[in-house]
């Protein structure tokens, strides 16, 4: 039986989506979680730094029918090797943070998700939830709106931010303007801070709080690939003008790089 268009559209998206789990503690929540994605059609699990065994009894126990997603789901050493292949990644946060995205309501990223090619949703640990050096690297950061106590388990938000995503309501927006990848995006962002170290715009101290404000700015602009070459090319223009000293202000020097072309 051939299914609608628009749940054909929903499997695509769901299928696009990476559930990116943070240090977690137990199995039975990594299984737990993995069957919170079966139910809302997201099959591709990811793991960093997990401290428990997440192929254990516990934890297949636990993800029942998802089984399969356990065995399936790759291990990474760090959060940007888990990413690094993502256009879009959103964090969770039941909190504000300072010169971070202001969490929202999932329904207020679900389009911004399903425009997406390869989105990830990523959440932290059992105990603290997401560092601010992991929601360095979201580009937006969701809430799930609760009563006074905040805290949730780890398979009831992935169970309830999957929903929003994939299965709630409004049509999967457009998708055909493919963004840069996270891998693309951190490069960029280091290449940025090698500059401002050497320009002096920075320093050590600063470095951190600056490069925020940077990244709150330039990944409301989802780039893409192309531009976020071009944006490179002129950081290595930076740099090489720089290097050449005081002297290349009054003479002409030979053999300036290429610049980058936007595609």
């Not at 559930?19 to 059609?41: D, E, H, Q």
Request: proline letters at 5%.
């Amino acid at each position: 039986m051939t299914r609608p268009v628009s749940e054909q559209s929903d499997l695509s998206h769901a299928s696009s989506l990476a559930v990116v789990l943070v240090s977690p503690k137990t199995p039975g929540n990594i299984g737990s979680a993995a069957r919170a994605m079966l139910n809302m059609g997201a099959s591709d699990l990811r793991l960093v730094a997990p401290r428990c065994d997440h192929l254990s009894k516990e934890a297949r126990a636990f993800a029942v029918h998802a089984e399969e997603l356990l065995e399936r789901a790759p291990v990474y050493a760090t959060l940007a090797e888990a990413l690094a292949d993502r256009d879009l990644s959103i964090g969770t946060s039941a909190r504000e943070r300072a010169d971070m995205p202001r969490p929202q309501h999932p329904a207020a990223l679900r389009g911004r998700v399903r425009a997406a090619a390869s989105p990830a949703l990523v959440f932290g640990p059992e105990e603290t939830g997401l560092l601010n050096a992991d929601l360095e690297q979201c580009q937006a950061t969701v809430r799930i709106p609760t009563a006074d106590y905040a805290s949730l388990n780890l398979a009831q938000a992935v169970l309830l931010v999957t929903y929003e995503f994939l299965q709630g309501g409004e049509e999967p927006a457009s998708g055909e303007r493919k963004t840069a990848t996270r891998g693309e995006m951190e490069d960029m962002y280091a290449h940025l801070v090698d500059v401002m170290h050497l320009t002096g715009y920075t320093d050590a101290v600063r470095a951190r709080h600056t490069l925020r404000l940077w990244r709150l700015m330039l990944d409301r602009a989802q780039m893409s690939s192309a531009e976020s070459r071009l944006f490179r090319g002129l950081l290595r223009q930076v740099q090489w003008k720089v290097k050449q000293g005081v002297q290349a202000q009054s003479a002409d020097v030979p053999g300036a790089p290429g610049q980058d072309t936007a595609e």
